[in-house]
């Protein structure tokens, strides 16, 4: 199932089902040739008639306008471009991984100051950190203690993370999630933009 998105009267079409040639039964359509200049409403039959003369199938853009919008194109070729973009698409997406990095709540402070230059490096090439206090004996006892060193590892990676989960107690440690900034920019701001524009770019290119 594909999307695609055309604008037609200063409307927003938007099509998840393509038909091809004689799979459109319609009358009439509204006709965008491969150039993207509309040809205005025509005749189905004349509509497959200049595709097969211009040697291009007619595809089927938004059902439902008034009458369905087709268009010009190369078909195949445009299912390929698409299957290559998406297997490009694919190898692009790196895998978030979760690295965890591990304090005692007695920590002396250049011992904390490596941990956090790691954390800040884990954080840097894009992974998660699980940001673990472990407590022993009595320890458990003040989990402010380990609230306290959660806090200031997330306000000294700052510039670079988000805090996803804040500092919670699992048994005898006590657990934070950091997020990558740039990645928690990406789900919360861009993600639906992104979605769209990747799909006008699919169907321009095509």
């Not at 040639?21 to 409403?41: F, H, M, S, T, W």
């Not at 497959?48 to 009458?67: C, T």
């Not at 991984?97 to 904390?112: A, G, Y």
């Amino acid at each position: 199932m594909q999307l695609a998105l055309f604008y037609l009267g200063g409307g927003l079409l938007i099509s998840k089902d393509w038909r091809v040639n004689e799979e459109i039964r319609v009358k009439e359509v509204r006709l965008i040739d491969d150039a993207g200049e509309q040809l205005g409403i025509v005749p189905i039959r004349e509509a497959l008639q200049l595709s097969l003369d211009k040697g291009l199938d007619l595809v089927e853009v938004a059902p439902s306008a008034k009458p369905p919008v087709c268009r010009l194109m190369d078909y195949g070729k445009f299912k390929f471009e698409q299957n290559k973009r998406e297997k490009e698409a694919r190898k692009k997406q790196a895998t978030i991984s979760t690295k965890e990095v591990k304090l005692r709540p007695n920590i002396e402070e250049h011992d904390f100051q490596v941990k956090a230059k790691n954390a800040r490096k884990f954080l840097a090439a894009g992974d998660k950190v699980k940001l673990t206090i472990m407590f022993r004996g009595r320890q458990i006892t003040h989990p402010e203690l380990g609230e306290k060193l959660s806090i200031k590892m997330a306000q000294q990676l700052s510039d670079i993370s988000t805090m996803e989960k804040a500092p919670r107690i699992e048994g005898r440690n006590m657990v934070t999630m950091l997020l990558p900034k740039v990645e928690h920019e990406k789900i919360d701001k861009n993600a639906e933009k992104n979605e769209v524009k990747d799909v006008k770019e699919e169907v321009s290119n095509a």
